[in-house]
């Protein structure tokens, strides 16, 4: 292992693809980013070209290698973190995709779920994955794309259809097509997996039209998936492990490995967890019970809040209304701001996720007088990130009767200061935020580096990270953010279809 001193990972998120170098310190030795398109064909939908992401997939690596001046040989793994409900179907004999992959934001299933939910199959679903009939989990998109694909039940006869999520993809195509599987964390956004007997289930797949035979093999986080087999990419055959959907992957590398310990993802949209143990408890009102990650042959389990938008609630207010040009130019214009003067952006784009999960709420900027200026609604943009992490927290106290003791706190958005210190007050709890930016990326380092024995344990981690935090305690008075957040309740209440 000497000689191999590095772990290279693949971070495949909605918005692109980063590829970073971890050292045995668990240091981060070099990063390189690189975008891949958003295609909306129609109104709420949303698709990604899987074979561009893949082509992006080694041009990171290529380019992280090169900038961080080292060989393939000195990687002794790769993991790879992912967008996690995204899916799609190939055909192995061509390697390529039968249809765009649908992404987790996509809508255009809602209808599909609300006739499952009227035909009463949404306890069966609840009970054996985990979840609710919503458009954002993969069965009703790869059902969709079985359905509308010409040829497919041809090609279902002839067996040369694979389907997953993006993770099985890469490793697909990493391998050579030598290995078809995923995770637990994946499969179980999926709503065809069993997170009891952690198998796919044969009902769910008979329910939504999807044959059991073309999905992936399901493995512990930290297994060895393969091998690489690529030639453009790699004259060495390195090592695969460490698979691990995206907010389980910041769960693990914000080190929240006791009951309780809950964490927030900043990104695009935004998932609250909190580590439930080894047994699954059952969810109700919004919340989800998913698999936080297999280790060691042992599966832990989480709670988790989906939020369709955060993130890209700055960008929609960037890109579409111009209102700022950089991140710079935001925290000046609502610098000066002491006040929300009651305006409200809820950002129900593509609807809205926990606790209210509506399909067909829409956007809204409520509360705007004649004196309201740009910089009250990109604050309003702001808040709305914080509000939702509050509407979910409290959610999650609620169900587990567990207080929340502190919030962890990583991506992107979770770099500007005014929105952490805004969400410690509405939450009146501190918000521990780690310096290392890329937390899925690094649960998935630290599982596969686990899984082969590149650190001896989950205190030696805990030992590599303690330091590494930043805290925001709460400083506003409890009146003042009931009010705030009393707003939002009527705000969202305006939006809300059912």
Known sequence: MADKAYILVVDQSTSG??????????????????????????????????EEIYLNVKQAIKNVLLKANIQPSMLALLTITNQR?????????????????????????????????IDGHEELVKSRAGLML???????????????????????????????????????????????????????????????????????CTLFNVPLEI???????????????DSDLFDVHVPISGIIGDSQGALFGQLCFTEGMAKATYGTGSSVLMNIGEKPLESRNGLVTAIAWGLAGHVTYAYEGVIRSTGDSLNWVRDNLGLFRTFEEMEQLTGDLTNNEGVYLIPAFVGLGAPYWDAYARASIVGMNRATDRGHMIRAALQSIAYQIVDVVQLMERESGVTLVELRADGGASDNSKLMQFQADMLNTNVIKSTISELSAMGSVFLGGLGIGFWASQEELISLQSTLVQAYHPGMS?????IYYEGWKKAVKSVLTQ
């Open 17 to 50: 693809t980063k590829a970073l170098i971890v050292d045995k310190a668990g240091k981060v030795v070099e990063r390189c980013v690189m975008q891949h398109q958003q295609n909306y064909p129609q109104a709420g939908w949303v698709e990604h070209d899987a």
């Open 85 to 117: 409900e995204t899916a799609l179907i190939w055909d192995k004999t061509t390697g390529h995709p039968i249809h765009p992959a649908i992404v987790w934001q996509c809508q255009r299933t809602a209808d599909v779920c609300l006739s499952y939910r």
């Open 134 to 204: 919503d458009p954002y989990f993969s069965a009703t998109k790869l059902r969709w794309i079985l359905e509308h694909v010409p040829d497919v039940s041809d090609k279902l006869k002839k067996g040369t259809l694979l389907a997953g999520t993006i993770d099985s993809w890469l490793v697909w195509k990493l391998t050579a097509g030598a290995v078809h599987a995923t995770d637990y964390t994946n499969a179980s956004r999926t709503s065809l997996f069993n997170i009891h007997t952690l198998q796919w289930d044969q009902e769910l």
């Open 215 to 229: 999905l992936p093999e399901v493995r512990c986080s930290d297994d060895l998936f393969g091998y690489t087999d």
């Open 478 to 482: 409890l009146e003042e953010s009931y």
